[in-house]
Structures are given as structure tokens and as C-alpha cells.
């Protein structure tokens, strides 16, 4: 079993900036396309980030210019850096890990989930 673990949620000021990491363990994660979803309150679960097990990277639209996705094998996590926050993106984040790839990941099908950080965004 791969357990994920979220952290790097807040509360932070529109224009602001918060870095997510998910650190994985119980296996490797260096087969694995890893990603970023979130969910506001109300509204279904949306993709946000994912990288390849090449660290090909894919951004949802909403974020393209302000996130970006990284991964450490060595260190077995991925990252989400958050630049130019704006409210909308108030929202659970959650990491998410696939052994199908990133195209899978994307589309939700995800073998495994962490529980997800808060990121509250003030305007």
C-alpha cells in the first residue's frame, strides 16, 4: 500500500504564494504519475496538477502560469508550488498517485489519495 500525506495548506492573502508537498511512503513512488486535485466546498472534486513518471508535466488551465508540479524520487514527494493565489483557488487539496499514467490520473482514476490540505486564499 502507498499512504500519501499532504501538508503545506493555509491561509494566505490573494497575490500570495504556498508551497503543497505530499510525501509518500510505504512504497517507492518512482513508477508512478503523481498529481494534485482539489475540491471547494460544494462543488465536485477538479484536476489540478499532474507529473509523469518522466516528470512530463500537465497543468489544468485555471492554474497554467501560477502552479507548478514537481517531483523527488529520492525524497519520494511531489510538490505544488502556488504562486498569484486568487480566492477561487480556495479549496481541499488533495495528492493522488496512479500506476496508469498521467492521461488516468487526470481523468480521477488514481490508485491512491492522501487526505488532503486546506488552502484558504483572502481576498
Known amino acids: 500500500q502507498l499512504q500519501l500525506i499532504e501538508s503545506g495548506g493555509g491561509l494566505v492573502q490573494a497575490g500570495g504564494s504556498l508551497r503543497l508537498s505530499c510525501v509518500a511512503s510505504?512504497?517507492?513512488?518512482?513508477?508512478?504519475?503523481m498529481g494534485w486535485f482539489r475540491q471547494a466546498p460544494g462543488l465536485e472534486r477538479e484536476f489540478v496538477a499532474a507529473?509523469?513518471?518522466?516528470?512530463?508535466?500537465y497543468l489544468a488551465d485555471s492554474v497554467k502560469g501560477r502552479f507548478t508540479i514537481s517531483r523527488n524520487n529520492a525524497e519520494n514527494a511531489v510538490y505544488l508550488q502556488m504562486n498569484s493565489l486568487k480566492p477561487e483557488d480556495t479549496a481541499l487539496y488533495y495528492c493522488?498517485?496512479?500506476?496508469?499514467?498521467?492521461?488516468?490520473?487526470?481523468?480521477?482514476?488514481?490508485?491512491?489519495w492522501g487526505q488532503g490540505t486546506q488552502v484558504t486564499v483572502s481576498s
Open positions: 510505504g512504497r517507492i513512488i518512482t513508477n508512478y504519475a
Open positions: 507529473i509523469s513518471y518522466l516528470s512530463n508535466t
Open positions: 493522488a498517485a496512479s500506476v496508469s499514467g498521467p492521461s488516468r490520473l487526470r481523468a480521477g482514476d488514481s490508485n491512491y
